[in-house]
């Protein structure tokens, strides 16, 4: 009686598993959607990492936004201008010139330069601590609890000394940096060299008030756009003009260096190598925390 029993479960389990997949087998080609296979050489051209810099969910969004026409090839960061090379071969297309864009910190004060700040006791973060009133006396800088370092996928910044500091050579200009500063001090700019000038503050405030809060801030002197016209002043604020901006050209860049009353304008990037001959003889973190800063764009203040 018992191997009855076990023959008419095993006879039903069999007769289980043939409806079944005669089920999966018609669902299959039922709901089959056809995938074009440029798309999926799209895909495997990619680097996958799924970061969403190009504004896109993952690489499979993306490579299917190339394919259509909706999206450029350049648009991945990750993978940069050889992978933007192949999509444009696969396509048939030619790519326009175009500036990869990083990642920049319109920030140049450590803990040291601020003043009036205060033992901020609530949740460690960016996002909470904006909402505080008084966590420091500029309204403007960077709050330092690392927002940024948490969401870069890559280990590209970190927090020194209470200061987001961006490593060029390990950053892929994904922009999730950018995207969860809640004081917005974080913008993607187009470098179109190793080394781009940038004006390392973000305070709107007139001299007198910048000059209460932060020893190193931008006075708004105008100084700079007085020597050459690649500065444009927007709320006391001087910017850069990177459409003007031509790597080899000097734009009197050298003599606006010098004038800076404040010393706010720095180069950021990969250090050249005269840069690093110079400091040849010192440690390698004074190398990079040296230039990889900040630059200016407006900020929006939301404390």
């Given at each position: ?39 999926e ?79 901020y006791q609530?949740?460690?973060t ?139 304008m ?30 200016v ?7």
């Amino acid at each position: 009686m018992t191997w009855l029993i076990v023959l008419l479960a095993a006879g039903a389990m069999l007769a289980l598993a043939i409806v079944m997949g005669f089920i999966l087998g018609w669902a299959n080609k039922a709901f089959h959607v056809e995938v074009n296979p440029l798309v999926e050489r799209a895909l495997d051209m990619l680097p996958g990492a799924n970061c969403g810099g190009c504004g896109y969910m993952g690489c499979a969004d993306f490579a299917e936004a190339v394919v259509e026409g909706k999206a450029p090839p350049t648009a991945c960061p990750v993978g940069g201008e050889g992978c933007a090379t192949k999509l444009a071969r696969l396509l048939g297309i030619e790519l326009d010139e175009s500036a990869p864009y990083r990642p920049v910190v319109h920030c140049g004060a450590t803990y040291e330069d601020r003043l009036g700040r205060t033992d901020y006791q609530g949740e460690p973060t960016c996002e909470a601590a904006n909402f505080v009133a008084g966590v420091q006396g500029c309204a403007y800088g960077c709050l330092g609890f690392g927002d940024c370092q948490a969401a870069c996928p890559f280990d590209a910044i970190h927090v020194v000394d209470g200061l987001a500091v961006v490593n060029y050579d390990k950053c892929t200009g994904c922009g999730k940096c950018e995207k969860v500063c809640p004081r917005h001090i974080i913008s993607m700019a187009p470098f179109k060299a190793e080394q781009m000038l940038v004006v390392k503050c973000s305070n709107k405030d007139f001299g007198k008030d910048v000059r209460a809060v932060c020893k190193v801030g931008c006075i708004g002197c105008k100084a700079c756009a007085r020597i050459s016209d690649l500065f444009v002043m927007k709320d006391n604020l001087p910017h850069i003009d990177y459409d003007k901006y031509e790597p080899g050209e000097e734009h009197d860049l050298n003599l606006v260096l010098d004038k800076c009353p404040m010393k706010r304008m720095q180069y950021v990037g990969k250090p050249s190598e005269k840069d690093l001959a110079a400091v040849a003889d010192e440690k390698a973190p004074a190398i990079v925390e040296a230039d990889f800063k900040t630059t200016v764009d407006d900020a929006e203040y939301r404390g």
